[in-house]
């Protein structure tokens, strides 16, 4: 059998994103039958980790309408062509991150994805559902085909994961304390990974994708919470209006400062108090309003783009 090669592109600041690839990798890379290359993308200026408030709000609106930023040049394993890619990202702001949405839109990312089978690989808290529509669109405009998806989160509760990430972003204290558990993708979700990349070695073997993202739900690989399906589309429209409201305002101006203060302010505020009612609104919607919502859940767990 000739050697196929998989190409990881990958972005971490923590460091999580790159354990969640190498383990979600093991099938590949222990076997002499695969070459994969791992490519890291980095930003001119690195982002600090821990954040300031402040620079953690600040950058929400150019990340949320997908800016491109400077990056680091790329090497030259991207002229290469690939068997597969597999594209370890994580959200920010409900949306690919600035350095994965910059890869995304720039012509190197677009020469490598174009032809080529596409896995999204996704760490983070919980909401992955739009910057993954966003991804999407991306694949499509460079020709890539999305074959399977799996997207490791923080399982604990919506209020409990935003509390235990903000502590871990802003203090870089990611351990339990209290009643509260570590923050991120629990070690045992990362140990697993490499089940997901087995199914994805299957059928890359098998050349047969039909059934794969099935199969990786049916493992575990992807969950969609109705209420975070109901979390996110709110969070869309409401993240679209502060992005241009905060926006509007020159980098570095007054007027710019006091509207990142506001939006520092009314966020986690909204997270916290919309959790509950929505978890209650989608449990009515259940019965309700069952078809409608059941379908939407079925849509992101799936690599369709509508
Ligand atoms: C600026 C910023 C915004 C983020 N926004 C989201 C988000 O919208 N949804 C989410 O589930 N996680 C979000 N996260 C968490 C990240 O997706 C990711 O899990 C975390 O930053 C650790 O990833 P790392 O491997 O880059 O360290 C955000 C993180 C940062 C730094």
Redesign the pocket.
């Known amino acids: 059998m000739d050697q196929k090669k998989i190409l990881v592109v990958y972005?971490?600041?923590?460091?999580?994103?790159?354990s969640i690839a190498r383990q979600f990798c093991e099938p590949f890379s222990s076997d002499p039958n695969y070459n994969v290359t791992f490519e890291e993308l980095k930003p001119v200026s690195p982002?600090p980790?821990p954040?300031s408030a402040f620079t953690?709000f600040n950058?929400?609106p150019e990340?949320f309408y997908e800016k491109p930023i400077e990056l680091m040049p790329f090497s030259d394993k991207l002229n290469d062509r690939y068997d597969l890619v597999i594209l370890a990202y994580?959200?920010?702001?409900?949306?690919p991150?600035p350095v994965f949405s910059t890869f995304l839109q720039s012509d190197a990312g677009k020469k490598v994805l174009g032809g080529t089978k596409a896995v999204t690989l996704i760490?983070?808290?919980?909401?992955?559902l739009g910057?993954q529509e966003k991804v999407k669109k991306r694949l499509k405009t460079a020709g890539s085909e999305l074959v399977a998806n799996v997207a490791l989160?923080d399982r604990s509760p919506n209020v409990v994961s935003l509390v235990t990430?903000l502590r871990w972003?802003l203090w870089g204290r990611k351990e339990k304390f209290w009643v509260f558990p570590a923050a991120?993708?629990s070690e045992e979700d990362v140990a697993v990974s490499s089940k997901y990349g087995q199914i994805i070695k299957d059928a890359l073997n098998d050349n047969k994708w039909a059934a794969v993202q099935q199969k990786l739900n049916d493992n575990g690989a992807v969950d969609v919470l109705p209420n975070l399906v109901l979390m996110e589309s709110r969070g869309q429209r409401a993240f679209g209006i502060w992005s241009r409201f905060i926006g509007g305002a020159p980098i570095g101006s007054l007027s710019r400062k006091i509207r990142v203060y506001i939006f520092m302010f009314l966020l986690p505020t909204a997270v916290v108090i919309l959790s509950p009612i929505l978890a209650i609104v989608s449990t009515l919607m259940l019965t309700l309003k069952k078809e409608e919502l059941l379908r939407d859940v079925n849509y992101f767990k799936g690599n369709a783009l509508r």
Not at 90 to 95: D, I, V
């Open positions: 972005f971490t600041q923590s460091g999580q994103m790159l982002y980790f954040w953690f950058g929400f990340a994580q959200p920010w702001f409900l949306t991150s760490g983070c808290r919980n909401m992955w910057a989160v990430i972003l991120g993708v």
